[in-house]
């Protein structure tokens, strides 16, 4: 909730609609600037409505396109910024273990971008983590770099800082309209305020938002689950707290990707999710959760009983999380074509939250009409045809 201490105005310099990661990220770089700035958020917080919950996400300095791979050092060094000034600890260095065929494009583009030499095959990979099994022919590239991100932490950490910095975070008020013009002004559940900047980071909700704006993008939310699976002996070492994330490439029984982390949330439970999900209304997603057809569990659990022996083979607990995806996976950041003041962050297709500290950082440089840190070639909007109809 709104601290009491904070004043009730209506006015400031800009507005952030979304206090998820990405958002709360935004809203932090820009207090860190000196900017006026408000942060609404349409749920009580915390929430696990959205895609920042829970308590664990990769990060990875292992991409296989450059352009991400670029932004990791500038990542890692802002999250340790972060657990600098809030003195929480907010990641714990597991490694990764990248797996697929030999000769796949994306693993060897990983392996490239990480400046390793090395490929595993299975007795090494078997020496360095035992909990792991390669099929016959395969082989694993190891990013030493990558661990684990404590989510729900981390967003706490980048609002305490934010509020700290003279931000206001709002929660619990909807957004019902956006009114673009020099001045834009945003009514809400509880009021109405106006800035000369707004900032959308509505994560599944974005694309009702801007078609307010006339903008159609191609955003696809979908619901992911997020499957533990329980170690056959607990407390097993192969399995417990020396066990690395990692992640499939051009697997042919997972094409969209599998990835896992080791037992946090849960004792003795690892993670293990298929990267792809059922398309969903984000509105209607608490009506069809307990109802939905889960298809990605077969594909997880044959995955399981294939390379992870040491784990059962159907999930102890399965909990709901949202992506929402862009037709290319890559993300949306960019001014809105025809009202500039209008900045947009979006379709982080289940690979955002390690980047989150960047994406703040960019997100607020274009709604200052500065030169972003890094080529926005890869996430302008006009990459999809026919995104701005009448507004």
């Known amino acids: 909730m ?13 507005i952030v609609i979304g206090a998820g990661i990405q958002g709360s990220f935004t809203a932090y770089h820009l ?12 749920f009580l917080l915390p929430h696990s409505r959205g895609s920042s919950h829970g308590q664990s996400r990769i ?26 000034e809030t003195g929480t600890t907010l990641y714990r260095r597991t490694g990764l273990v990248l797996l697929g065929p ?42 030493s770099t990558a661990g684990v991100l404590f989510a729900d932490r981390a967003l706490r950490a980048a609002q305490e800082v934010f ?3 003279g931000g206001t975070l709002r929660d619990g008020e909807k957004v019902l309209r956006i009114e673009p013009g020099a001045t834009v002004t945003v009514t809400t559940t509880a009021g109405v305020y106006k800035a000369p900047r707004l900032i959308i980071t509505a994560g599944a909700w974005t694309g009702a938002f801007v078609e307010q704006l006339g903008l159609h993008l191609p955003l696809q939310p979908l619901r992911i689950d997020v499957c533990y699976w329980r170690e056959k002996q607990p407390g097993s070492a192969s399995l417990g707290r020396v066990s690395p994330c990692f992640l499939t490439l051009g697997l042919s029984q997972a094409p969209h990707g599998i990835y896992g982390l080791p037992s946090i949330e849960y004792p003795g439970l690892m993670k293990v999710c298929h990267h792809h999900g059922s398309p969903i209304d984000p509105e209607k997603r608490d009506q069809v959760a307990s109802s939905a057809p889960h298809p990605d569990i077969a594909v997880l659990s044959s995955f399981i009983s294939s ?48 980047l989150a500290p960047v994406v703040g950082k960019l997100l607020c440089q274009l709604s200052l009409g500065e030169k972003p840190s890094y080529d926005m070639a890869h996430f302008t909007i006009t990459r999809f045809p026919g995104v701005l109809g009448a507004a």
């Open 31 to 42: 207090a860190q600037r000196d900017k006026d700035t408000l942060l609404l958020e349409q």
């Open 2 to 14: 709104a601290a009491p201490s904070q004043p009730q105005k209506s006015t400031y310099d800009v």
């Open 59 to 84: 990060i990875r300095s292992a991409y296989p396109q450059e352009y991400y791979s670029r932004m990791m050092p500038d990542s890692f060094r802002l999250w340790q910024q972060l657990e600098a």
């Open 163 to 165: 509020r700290r910095h």
């Open 307 to 354: 390379y992870l022996p040491g784990l059962e083979t159907q999930p102890a607990v399965m909990e709901t999380c949202l992506y929402t995806n862009t037709p290319d996976e890559d993300f949306i950041l960019d001014r809105h074509p025809k009202f500039s003041n209008i900045i947009i962050g979006a379709g982080f297709s289940g690979h955002g939250f390690k």
């Open 102 to 143: 030999p000769g796949e494009p994306e693993l060897e583009a990983c392996r490239r971008n990480l400046g390793v030499d090395e490929v595993l095959d299975a007795t090494a990979l078997a020496q360095h983590f035992p909990g792991f099994r390669l099929q016959a022919g395969q082989v694993a590239v190891l990013d």
